[in-house]
């Protein structure tokens, strides 16, 4: 079965940085695309990244684009999303996902990711950026 661990969270200030971790097990990362999400109470689970793993294609939401990169270490079977000029708006509780690859978007960068797109979800990790 699928699983996906995330860490990295914690409390930063606003215009401080944080890099997430999404460790994948039983499954390869080079068949599948990866996506992270983040979430705060009342509000829906809204998309921030993804990327297709197999040939290293990235996504991302207008409201992180520039600010946000997604990468992953194939080797290590792990993802991450390095968060930087963080704004006390980007605080929530973030997941990584995952899925089998479903091949070229046919975006050029910019693209939200639906949660209706993954089956396999992490516990998530909390960020906190304060004022």
């Known amino acids: 079965q699928v699983r996906l661990v995330e860490s990295g969270g914690g409390s930063v200030q606003s215009g401080g940085s944080l890099r997430l971790s999404c460790a994948a097990s039983?499954?390869?990362?080079?068949?599948?695309?990866i996506g992270w999400f983040r979430q705060v109470p009342g509000k829906e689970r809204e998309g921030v990244s993804c990327?297709?793993?197999?040939?290293?294609?990235?996504y991302y939401s207008d409201f992180v684009k520039g600010r946000f990169t997604i990468s992953s270490d194939n080797a290590k079977n792990t993802v991450y999303l390095q968060m930087n000029s963080l704004k006390p708006e980007d605080t929530a509780l973030y997941y990584c996902?995952?899925?089998?690859?479903?091949?070229?978007?046919?975006?050029?960068?910019?693209?939200?990711?639906?949660?209706?797109?993954?089956?396999?979800w992490g516990q998530g990790t909390q960020v906190t950026v304060s004022s």
């Open positions: 039983r499954f390869t990362l080079d068949y599948y695309w």
């Open positions: 996902a995952a899925d089998t690859d479903p091949g070229p978007l046919g975006y050029s960068g910019s693209y939200r990711p639906s949660i209706y797109e993954f089956d396999y």
């Open positions: 990327m297709r793993c197999s040939d290293g294609s990235t």
